[in-house]
C-alpha cells in the first residue's frame, strides 16, 4: 500500500563484520514506521563500480526512494557520490551551497576551539562538496559532509552519511518531512504475542489460516525455544490508512490467532513490540 523504499549500505568495515550495521536497522523501522515499506536492504564495498552497479540495478526496479548511508567523506575510499554519478551518467562538479555549509562548519569548529587555527578548505575537504549535477544538498546538523537528493524519473535518490549520529541528524531534520508527506497519512501498527505450549511446526498451518483470512495483515513467527521447550513470538503487522483501521485489522486477526493456538492447548500472552528507537 505503501510508498516503497530501498536502502544501500556502503562501506568495507560492514562486509569484513567489524561494524554492525546498525544504520540499516535504524532506517528500517523509522522508514516502516512512516508507512513506508523497506523492499530490499544492500550492503557493497568502497568501491565506485559495486556503488555505481548496485545503483543502477535498485534503479531498474523504480522504487520510489532509494536511501544510502556511508561514503560521503573526505579520504580516499569515499566514493559513494562518484558511484552515483556514474550510474546515472552525470559529471561531479562543485556545488556552490554545499562548500558553503561546509565552510561555515569548519570555521564553528574554529569559533567553539575544537581547533585552534583556521581550517583551509584543501583538496579532500572540497571533494565532501562535489556532487552529482542537481543534487539537492541536505544540511548536517552533526558533522561536515552534507546529505545529498538526487531525482531520477520517479525515484528520489537520498544520500546519507555513514557515521550514525550524522545519518540520524539529517534524516530526522530533512528527510522525515519528505517521507511523511509522501506517506499521506499512512499507518503503520504492529503488535506482538508470547505463545508456548506449542511447536512452532504445529503453528504453521495456524498462521497460514490466519494470514488468508486477514490478508492486510502480515504475521511472523520467532522461535525462542526448541522443540523440547517451545516458546514462540507471534509479530502482526499491516499499514492502513489511519490508525483505527490498522489497529481494527490487527486486533481481528490477533484475536482469531489467539482461539486457534488455544484451541490446540497452547497459552497466549499478549507482549509489546521493540521500541522504535
Not at 559513494?80 to 558553503?100: D, S, W
Not at 520517479?154 to 519528505?178: A, C, R
Request: net charge positive.
Amino acid at each position: 500500500m505503501g510508498k516503497s523504499v530501498e536502502i544501500i549500505c556502503i562501506g568495507n568495515e560492514l562486509l569484513i563484520g567489524k561494524i554492525l550495521n546498525t544504520n540499516a536497522q535504524w532506517l528500517a523501522r523509522r522508514i516502516t514506521a512512516l508507512g513506508l515499506g523497506v523492499k530490499r536492504i544492500t550492503v557493497v564495498s568502497d568501491d565506485t563500480s559495486e556503488i555505481s552497479s548496485i545503483t543502477g540495478e535498485a534503479l531498474q526496479r523504480t522504487p520510489d526512494f532509494i536511501i544510502t548511508t556511508g561514503g560521503l567523506g573526505p579520504t580516499f575510499d569515499d566514493k559513494t557520490l562518484q558511484g552515483i554519478a556514474e550510474a546515472l551518467n552525470i559529471p561531479l562538479q562543485v556545488h556552490e551551497e554545499a562548500l558553503k555549509m561546509i565552510e561555515k562548519k569548519y570555521q564553528r569548529y574554529v569559533d567553539d576551539g575544537v581547533v585552534r587555527e583556521r581550517i583551509e578548505l584543501t583538496r579532500p575537504r572540497i571533494k565532501m562538496g562535489t556532487l552529482p549535477k542537481g543534487a539537492i544538498v541536505l544540511p548536517n546538523p552533526v558533522g561536515t559532509a552534507p546529505g545529498v537528493i538526487l531525482k531520477q524519473n520517479n525515484t528520489t535518490l537520498v544520500i546519507l552519511p555513514g557515521v550514525p549520529p550524522e545519518m540520524k541528524g539529517i534524516f530526522d531534520k530533512s528527510v522525515m518531512p519528505i517521507l511523511k508527506e509522501v506517506s499521506r497519512g499512512v499507518t503503520f501498527y504492529e503488535t506482538s504475542m508470547s505463545i508456548t505450549g506449542i511447536m512452532e511446526s504445529d503453528i504453521a498451518s495456524i498462521i497460514d489460516k490466519a494470514m488468508r483470512d486477514n490478508p492486510q495483515v502480515y504475521i511472523k513467527s520467532h522461535p525462542h525455544g526448541s522443540e523440547g521447550v517451545p516458546h514462540l513470538e507471534l509479530h502482526f503487522s499491516t499499514t492502513a490508512q489511519n490508525s483505527n483501521i490498522a489497529k481494527k485489522n490487527v486486533s481481528r486477526a490477533l484475536l482469531q490467532t489467539t482461539e486457534l493456538i488455544q484451541a490446540k492447548g497452547g497459552k497466549t500472552k499478549s507482549i509489546k513490540p521493540d521500541s522504535k528507537a
